[in-house]
Every structure is written in C-alpha cells, then in structure tokens.
C-alpha cells in the first residue's frame, strides 16, 4: 500500500486549502480512510474519517463546520477540503487506511503534506 499526501501549502489565517491523499497498492472503494496531523512537538492525532462508500463521516470537535472529507473511489482519492483555517492548524497532514483508528498501520504512512497557517 502506498499513500501519496498533497496539497499542503502556506496560508493566510481564514483561508482554505484542499489536500488529496492518492492510494495505490489496494481495493480502494472496500476501505475507509481517515486524516491525520501532528503539530511540531505534538503527537500525532486524528482529524477525520470517512467511510467505504462515503456516507459515514467523522471529525475531531476542533474541526467540525471547518473541514470536510470526502472521497473519489474512481480515483482512489480521499480529499480533505480546510475552510477558516486558523494558526492552531498548522501541522503536517497524513492520511491512512482505516476509519478513526488511533493506531493505523505504521507502514501505511505517507510523507505527509505540511499546512502552515500564519500571517
């Protein structure tokens, strides 16, 4: 299995960004997949989940009404679309396989995609 983050990028305090996670190597439509991040000297947490088919959602409080996860099976792509992203945002991003796991495979990390909110 391979996980390819994109997307990340230097953003301004209330603007948006979307990232892609690009899977290869399994049957992508039978599993969830879920977006992590991990802030400088911070564990790694979760930030969203979605489901196979995509019509079970999941987000950490500190998201909700700011993120949305979303998925094309045909492409064998999660999306994570970022809307008021605040400083405290700031980390990089992963994706893996599995919904809301809090210990995913560890040879499913991508390289992740860094996101940095500053003015």
């Known amino acids: 299995v391979q996980l390819v983050e994109s997307g990340g990028g230097l953003v301004q305090p209330g603007g948006s960004l979307r990232l892609s996670c690009q899977a290869s190597?399994?049957?992508?439509?039978?599993?969830?997949m879920s977006w992590y991040r991990q802030a400088s000297g911070k564990e790694r947490e979760l930030v969203a989940a979605?489901?196979?088919?995509?019509?079970?959602?999941k987000y950490v409080d500190s998201v909700k009404g700011r993120f949305t996860i979303s998925r094309e099976n045909s492409k064998s792509t999660v999306f994570l679309q970022m809307n008021s992203l605040k400083p405290e945002d700031t980390a990089v991003y992963y994706c893996?396989?599995?919904?809301?796991?809090?210990?995913?495979?560890?040879?499913?990390w991508g390289q992740g995609t860094q996101v940095t909110v500053s003015s």
């Open positions: 979605i489901s196979s088919g995509g019509g079970t959602t």
């Open positions: 190597g399994l049957t992508f439509s039978t599993y969830s």
């Open positions: 893996n396989v599995g919904f809301w796991l809090v210990r995913p495979r560890s040879n499913y």
